[in-house]
C-alpha cells in the first residue's frame, strides 16, 4: 500500500514552494487584468496573410499604442487590449494596420468595457470566490457533522481550495509576464468551477475516511486516513483523467476564444486532484495527531 | 425485478422522445427549433446602457424603464433584426438595459436607433409627403411634438367603450397647437412615431381631420387597447428625458456621458461559425477518448456507462433545446465538462462494486451496495458543484460578459442530469443484465477471481 499520509510532509514541501513561487511572482510582476477588470477595448484581428507579431507590436507602437497588450492566439489571429476606442476607431486601426503591414486586418471580435465597471467586476469576483469559499465550508461541516469536530474537516477542504486557488493564480501571473495573458471574467469562471471540482474530490475521499472511521478498521488515524486515500485512488486517478481527455481535447482544439479559460480548468483539475489526494486529508491527519510542531521542525530541516 | 421492466420502459420511453426532439436539430417541437446560440457562436452584437433616471420620481422608475424598453424593441424590429433581446437590469438602485443583437451587420446604425429618445410627431401632408407640421413660438419656428405634452398621458374610453389615449399640452404645445389646428381645418393631421405613420386597429395610418382648433388637450382615437396602452407606455418614457449611455468617474464625481455604452461586445458571425466548428471537433475528439478508456478499463460495466452516456448526452441536448438554454462558448465548455463529470459519478459506483466483488460478494450483491454505498459521496460531492453554479450565476448577472452565466448553467444541469444517469440508468441497464444471467464472466467485470 503506497503510503501517502507518511509521506505528508513532502506534499507539503512540494506545495509550499509553488505557492511561494506563485507569490513572488505576483508580487513581482502582478497579475495582468483583462478588458473585464481594467475597462477598455480588447479585439481579436485576423490577419490574411499573417504576420509576425514583433510587427504588429511595432507597428501599434508606430501608431500610438506602446501600452497594448497583444497577445498571440494562433492561426493569424491577435487578441488587443487596449485603452477604450470606439468600433468605429477600431476599424479605422484595423484597416490602417492591415495597409502597413501589407496585409489584411478584419476585427472578429470586438469588446469594449467602461473603466468603471472594471473595479465593480474585480469586487464581485473576490466576493463570489469567497462566498464560494465560505458556503463549501458551511457545507462540508454540515455533511459531517456527525464526526467529532465538523469544523475541522471543512477547514481542512477549506486550506486545499485556497492551496489550489494560490497555485493557479501564481501560474497565470507567470504567464502574464511570458506570454501577455490577462484576466478577465472567464478566468473566475473558470477557478471557481474548479473550486467545486477540487471540493468534490476532497468529499469523495472524506467520506470514505468517514465510513472506515465507523467501521473502526484501524486504532491510528493515519492508518485510517490513508486507506481511504488507496481505497479511493482508482475512482479519484479514473475521475479526473476522464475529465482530462475532453479538457486537454478542448484546450487543444477548442480556439482561442475560450483557451485560457480551458487552461484554467486543465490546470484545476490536475491541481485539485493532487491537492484532494495529498493535502487535505494528511492536514486533517496533522490536526488530529497535533503534529504542528512536527511540521515546523520538518520545514526547518528543509530550508 | 417487474420495477427494472417500468423503469427500463421510462428510460427508453425517455430516450426516444429525446432522440425525437433533436434528430433533426431543426424539428419544429413545443415551437422550438434548433438549438438557441449565443452571440459569441452565431455572430452579432451586444450591448449594455445605463439609464440616468435621476430626473425621475423612484416610485415611477420601473414603469418608465419599460417603457424605454418598449421603444427600444419598436426601434429594432423597424430595423428589421430578428429576434432581439432586450432587458432591463436594475442592481442597487440603478438601471441599465442589455440589449442582444443576433447577427446584426451594422452595429453603429443600431446604435444610432437606440439612443434616440421617443418621440411623437404630427406632421401634415405636403402634396404626396407628409412634413413635419410647424409653427412659430417666441421666433423660433418649432414642430408639433409629443415633446410638448404636459404630465404622463393616460387611457380613457370613448361612449362606444373605444381606447382615447389623451394628452395635454403644456404652455408651448398649446401656442403650437393653436396655430397648426387653426390653419389646417379640414384638413388631415398624421401621427408618426419615429419615421412610420402611427397606425390604427385597422392598420391604416391614422391621421383624423382637424375640426377645430385645439389649444388645451387631444386625443388618439382608433388604437386597439393594448396599442394604446403600449403608446402611452412608450410616450411617458420618450417624454421624459431618461437619456442611455453610462456614468463615467470624473474628478472625483459621478457624470452621465450619454449615447456611450458601459458594455459593448461585437462578434463576427465567421468567428461563431468556427467556434462551432472547433467545438464539435473537440468534444468529438474528447468523447471518444472518454468512451474508449471507459470500455477498456471497466469493460461491461464500461460499456454500459457508455449506453447511459450517449442517453445522457441525447437528453442534455434534449432539455437545452427545449427550455431553451442559450448556448455560449463557455457553455459547450460546460457541457463538455459535464459529460467528463458525468462519467464520475459511473466511476465510483462501479469502483465501489469492484472493491465488493472483490471482497466475495455475489455480483448482484456486489452491484446493489456499489450504488448503495456511492451514493452519499456522488450527492455530497456534486453538491460542491452545484454551490459554485449557483454563485457563479449570480455573478455573471452583475456582469456584462453573458458569458458567465452560459457555464453556470449548462454545468448545472450537466451535473444534475448526470446524478441522474447513474443512479436510475446505469443502475437499471446493470441489473438487468445481471439479472438475465448472460454475462456471469467475473473479468467481464475488470476482477480477477
Known amino acids: 500500500m503506497i503510503d501517502f499520509v507518511g509521506k505528508k510532509h513532502w506534499f507539503f514541501l512540494i506545495s509550499a514552494i509553488l505557492i511561494v513561487v506563485g507569490i513572488i511572482s505576483l508580487a513581482v510582476f502582478g497579475i495582468k487584468p483583462g478588458t473585464d477588470f481594467a475597462g477598455g477595448t480588447s479585439m481579436t484581428l485576423q490577419f490574411s496573410p499573417p504576420v509576425e507579431q514583433a510587427q504588429l507590436r511595432e507597428e501599434m507602437a508606430n501608431l500610438g499604442y506602446d501600452k497594448a497588450t497583444i497577445q498571440n492566439a494562433g492561426e493569424g489571429d491577435f487578441i488587443i487590449h487596449v485603452t477604450e476606442i470606439t468600433s468605429g476607431e477600431a476599424k479605422a486601426l484595423a484597416e490602417k494596420i492591415g495597409t502597413e503591414l501589407n496585409s489584411h486586418a478584419r476585427i472578429t471580435d470586438y469588446y469594449l468595457a467602461s473603466p468603471r465597471v472594471g473595479a465593480e467586476t474585480a469586487r464581485n469576483a473576490g466576493i463570489a470566490v469567497i462566498i464560494a469559499a465560505v458556503a463549501m465550508l458551511f457545507y462540508i461541516v454540515w455533511a459531517f457533522r456527525r464526526m467529532p469536530k465538523p469544523f475541522r474537516w471543512g477547514t481542512c477542504a477549506i486550506i486545499a481550495l485556497v492551496h489550489d486557488v494560490f497555485i493557479i493564480v501564481g501560474i497565470f501571473s507567470l504567464l502574464g509576464w511570458l506570454a501577455g495573458v490577462e484576466i478577465d471574467a472567464l478566468f473566475i469562471t473558470g477557478l471557481l468551477a474548479v473550486v467545486g471540482y477540487s471540493i468534490n474530490n476532497t468529499v469523495v475521499i472524506f467520506d470514505r475516511i468517514r465510513e472506515n472511521v465507523s467501521k473502526h478498521i484501524s486504532t491510528d488515524f493515519a492508518v485510517t486516513v490513508n486507506s481511504s486515500i488507496v481505497e479511493t485512488l482508482g475512482r479519484s486517478l479514473n475521475t479526473s483523467l476522464t475529465t482530462l481527455f475532453v479538457i486537454l481535447a478542448l484546450f487543444l482544439f477548442g480556439g482561442a476564444t475560450i483557451h485560457y479559460f480551458v487552461l484554467v480548468l486543465l490546470l484545476g483539475v490536475i491541481i485539485g486532484t493532487y491537492s484532494s489526494i495529498c493535502i487535505s486529508s494528511q492536514l486533517l491527519v496533522v490536526w488530529e495527531k497535533r503534529e504542528w510542531g512536527a511540521l515546523l521542525s520538518f520545514a526547518k530541516r528543509a530550508g | ?449
Open chain 2, 1 to 449: 425485478m417487474s420495477r427494472n421492466i417500468y423503469l427500463l420502459i421510462f428510460i427508453l420511453a425517455l430516450f426516444g422522445f429525446a432522440l425525437w426532439s433533436v434528430v433533426p436539430l431543426d424539428r419544429n417541437v413545443f415551437g422550438r427549433q434548433g438549438l438557441r446560440l449565443g452571440l459569441d457562436l452565431q455572430g452579432g452584437s451586444y450591448l449594455v446602457y445605463q439609464a440616468d433616471v435621476t430626473a425621475i420620481e423612484p416610485g415611477k422608475r420601473d414603469e418608465i424603464m419599460e417603457g424605454v424598453k418598449g421603444v427600444i424593441e419598436r426601434r429594432i424590429n423597424a430595423l428589421g433584426i430578428a429576434e432581439p433581446i432586450i432587458a432591463v437590469q436594475k442592481q442597487e438602485g440603478e438601471y441599465s438595459i442589455a440589449i442582444q443583437l443576433p447577427g446584426i451587420a451594422d452595429i453603429e446604425r443600431a446604435k444610432e436607433m437606440v439612443g434616440r429618445v421617443s418621440l411623437l410627431e404630427f406632421r401634415e401632408q405636403d402634396e404626396e409627403d407628409w412634413i413635419p407640421a410647424t409653427g412659430t413660438v417666441y421666433g423660433e419656428e418649432l414642430i408639433l411634438s409629443s415633446k410638448y405634452f404636459k404630465e404622463n398621458t393616460y387611457i380613457d374610453v370613448d361612449q362606444y367603450g373605444r381606447p382615447l389615449l389623451i394628452f395635454e399640452w403644456d404652455q408651448t404645445g398649446q401656442e403650437l397647437s393653436e396655430q397648426i389646428t387653426g390653419r389646417l381645418i379640414g384638413e388631415q393631421l398624421a401621427i408618426y412615431l419615429g419615421d412610420e405613420p402611427l397606425r390604427g386597429e385597422d392598420g391604416h395610418p391614422i391621421a383624423p381631420v382637424v375640426r377645430s382648433t385645439i389649444r388645451d388637450r387631444g386625443q388618439i382615437e382608433g388604437l386597439s387597447l393594448v396599442d394604446a396602452e403600449e403608446l402611452s407606455r412608450l410616450l411617458n418614457a420618450g417624454r421624459i428625458p431618461v437619456p442611455l449611455g453610462r456614468w463615467v468617474e470624473e474628478e472625483g464625481s459621478e457624470v452621465f456621458e450619454p449615447e456611450i455604452p458601459l458594455y459593448e461586445r461585437t462578434v463576427d458571425a465567421t468567428l461563431g461559425a468556427d467556434s462551432i466548428q472547433k467545438s464539435i471537433l473537440a468534444a468529438g475528439i474528447g468523447i471518444a477518448l472518454l468512451l474508449l478508456f471507459m470500455l477498456l478499463y471497466y469493460r461491461l460495466p464500461g460499456l454500459v456507462a457508455c449506453l447511459s452516456l450517449g442517453i445522457y448526452g441525447v437528453v442534455l441536448l434534449a432539455i437545452f433545446k427545449l427550455v431553451p438554454v442559450t448556448l455560449t462558448l463557455p457553455g459547450v465548455a460546460g457541457f463538455i465538462l459535464s459529460v467528463g463529470m458525468a462519467v464520475d459519478a459511473n466511476v465510483l459506483i462501479f469502483e465501489r462494486t469492484k472493491e465488493e466483488l472483490r471482497g466475495g460478494r455475489s455480483l448482484g450483491a456486489a452491484v446493489e451496495t456499489g450504488f448503495n454505498r456511492a451514493w452519499t459521496a456522488i450527492r455530497d460531492s456534486n453538491i460542491t458543484t452545484f454551490i459554485a453554479c449557483i454563485i457563479l450565476f449570480w455573478l455573471g448577472g452583475t456582469l456584462g460578459a453573458f458569458m458567465v452565466r452560459g457555464f453556470a448553467l449548462t454545468l448545472f444541469i450537466g451535473v444534475a442530469l448526470s446524478m441522474f444517469t447513474a443512479i436510475i440508468i446505469t443502475r437499471t441497464l446493470l441489473r438487468l443484465i445481471i439479472g438475465s444471467q448472460v454475462v456471469t464472466n467475473m473479468t467481464a467485470y475488470g476482477v480477477k477471481r
